[in-house]
């Protein structure tokens, strides 16, 4: 009786630990279709090289006084010579000797325009930058419209000057053949008609301040173009989805992995109940894994997501179970539709669900937000966090699911393991961080549902509003310690925006941002959830989430570190990070042995001040 005892409670804690297996933390799988539907381009200064720079050099090369183009430009109003020839009022023959006449006033010497025209329509500027045209491959791919808002002019053969591939663009709206420009509001309006879009649909470039001003005041979300990479970040951010690595095929979409779409369009016909006359199914590929394959599909008038994997995994099916039993409860997850595990459908099983539109980000400093619209997201994240956190288990019947053991010590005997088996040369502060995890493991560990993932990029925001609307990828939930979720969801406020493994904003001003504090989220959860006694202890989980980084890269790496030390340097100062964190966590208990916290302080009671 004895034996049987201990084997059940060996299978148990067996149990246990396979479910708290987890796939890389830097792992992101997209699982909602954003709201945006086109990205609008300026030409100068965003595709093409900006005129400001040749200008420069024109009047280097010239000897004319710097600035001088610039303030003619400026001067004269609508009616100046310059913007007469961008909407079109005027040829290039006629503007030559009225913008000339103008400079040589203003510079005290004749200033040869038609020289700088020249320079204008030849050389650097007739080729487009690659960063920008690979952002519109992959943007077009993932079925965006894209299109080209331009203050252009009509050259001396009376073609403008557009250096770019049309096929490119879904819409092309230039000033001199519209007779507005820039940064008249009509314009902007007339392009996104054209794409059928509206204007909180639309993303817009542009390198000139007053030109993103106005397209913010029409309800667009924009970005000034600077640093090309940078702006291309932060478009990223903005779709949510990857703007590099464009692999054209026969249907110019990366990654592109057939689907059999005879069986795909029978089953889903059924599934849905779908008429033999409906709409044909649309496949679009949003993932390259070929382990874990990710399609956006539509049919039927329908958005679907569909997740195909070699092999039904317990992730998978946790994640089955979990939206189904949340459904109709107070948390927002996507409507699930299946679990299917038929290999004759498409050769591995897959999940299939409904996709939810809103708004996704994976910058954590959500560029192209005000102030005030980052703090409202933040602390919408943090009140679903608390939703969940605050679930009766049983009323959505999952009652069922086991009550970890030592849940903390197990995950660290797990990860511990992890790092053991994918092992390369030792790290100094990862055994360090195995000697002093087990010693300092949290003493009051209170047990609720959690996502086990949860973070802003798992996260599908309303369209205009603060709110979430559903929150994905629950593949990693069960029941265990609730501050798991709240520190991992402040990893990046704890990590520079250059860290390679996760990109973080602790150096990116978050007062500025108005993006809330560690201390202020901590303080919304405490105060929402009635935990009076804050969050001592929070070190201690940052350094453990940066313990399972390190070992998760390390055994990635392991595979491909031959004659490579990058890697390895990597977890190694992800390591240190972590380490950093339980030497804060030691002066903290250090200090705290020989009086109590002051009451009415910080929710991280007894932290040490930096």
Not at 5 to 27: I, N
Not at 224 to 234: N, Y
Not at 539 to 553: K, R, T
Request: proline share 7%; charged share 20%.
């Amino acid at each position: 009786m004895m034996l049987m005892k201990k084997m059940r409670t060996a299978a148990r804690l067996r149990s246990q630990l396979w479910s708290l297996k987890m796939p890389s933390l830097c792992h992101r799988s997209f699982a909602a279709i954003s709201t945006y539907k086109a990205v609008i381009f300026d030409m100068y200064g965003v595709l093409i090289p900006s005129p400001v720079k040749l200008a420069t050099v024109f009047e280097q090369q010239n000897s004319v006084p710097l600035g001088t183009l610039g303030r003619a430009i400026r001067t004269g109003g609508e009616l100046n010579a310059w913007k007469r020839f961008m909407r079109g009022e005027i040829g290039a023959e006629e503007f030559v000797e009225a913008f000339g006449r103008q400079c040589s006033e203003i510079a005290g010497c004749p200033v040869p325009i038609g020289s700088f025209l020249s320079d204008l329509t030849s050389g650097p500027m007739t080729r487009p930058l690659p960063v920008m045209m690979k952002a519109i491959l992959c943007a077009r791919s993932r079925g965006l419209k894209t299109a080209v808002l331009s203050n252009n002019f009509f050259q001396l053969n009376g073609d403008p000057f557009l250096p770019l591939d049309h096929s490119l663009f879904d819409v092309i709206v230039e000033s001199c053949r519209e007779g507005l420009s820039k940064p008249d509001p009509r314009i902007y309006h007339l392009c996104l008609n054209r794409l059928g879009v509206s204007a909180h649909e639309a993303v817009f470039l542009d390198d000139l301040e007053l030109n993103v001003k106005a397209a913010v005041q029409l309800g667009m979300h924009a970005i000034k173009v600077g640093d090309l990479a940078v702006s291309v970040k932060e478009l990223e951010g903005m779709l949510g989805i990857p703007l590099s690595g464009f692999v054209p095929g026969p249907d110019s979409a990366p990654w592109a992995t057939k689907l059999p779409m005879d069986r795909l369009t029978q089953y889903l016909r059924k599934a849905l109940h779908l008429s033999d006359e409906a709409d044909p199914v649309a496949v679009q590929q949003l993932s390259p894994s070929q382990s874990n394959s990710l399609y956006h599909l539509t049919t039927g008038g329908r958005h679907l997501l569909l997740r195909k994997q070699q092999k039904t995994s317990r992730a998978m099916e946790t994640e089955y179970r979990m939206l189904k039993s949340l459904n109709g409860s107070s948390i927002p997850v996507p409507e699930i539709i299946d679990l299917c595990e038929d290999p004759s459908v498409l050769g591995a099983p897959f999940l299939l669900m409904e996709v939810c539109l809103g708004r996704m980000f994976s910058d954590h400093s959500l560029p192209g937000l005000t102030p005030g619209d980052r703090r409202a997201l933040y602390q919408a994240m943090q009140h679903t966090l608390c939703q969940i956190h605050c679930l009766d288990t049983r009323v959505v019947g999952l009652e069922d699911y086991d009550e970890p053991v030592d849940y903390m010590g197990l995950q660290v005997r797990w990860w511990t393991q992890q790092y053991r088996d994918s092992e390369t040369p030792p790290i100094p502060a990862m055994e360090r961080l195995i000697q002093w995890l087990p010693l300092h493991l949290p003493k009051h560990q209170r047990t609720t549902l959690i996502h086990g993932s949860f973070r802003l990029e798992n996260l599908v925001f309303h369209a205009e509003k603060p709110e979430v609307v559903a929150v994905m990828d629950w593949g990693r939930s069960r029941l265990g310690d609730p501050l798991i979720d709240l520190t991992f969801s402040c990893m990046g406020h704890c990590l520079p925006q250059d860290n390679p493994l996760l990109t973080g904003i602790s150096d990116r001003g978050l007062v500025q941002l108005g993006i809330p504090t560690v201390e202020e989220v901590m303080g919304q959860y405490c105060s929402s959830m009635g935990l009076e006694e804050g969050i001592p202890d929070w070190n201690f989980y940052m350094a453990f989430h940066l313990f399972c980084l390190a070992a998760s890269h390390q055994g990635e790496s392991k595979s491909t570190i031959a004659g490579q030390t990058g890697s390895g340097r990597l977890a190694e100062q992800v390591a240190d990070l972590a380490w950093d964190f339980a030497t804060k966590e030691g002066f903290r208990i250090f200090n705290a042995m020989p009086r109590a916290p002051h009451a009415g302080t910080s929710p991280l009671k007894g932290q040490v001040a930096e």
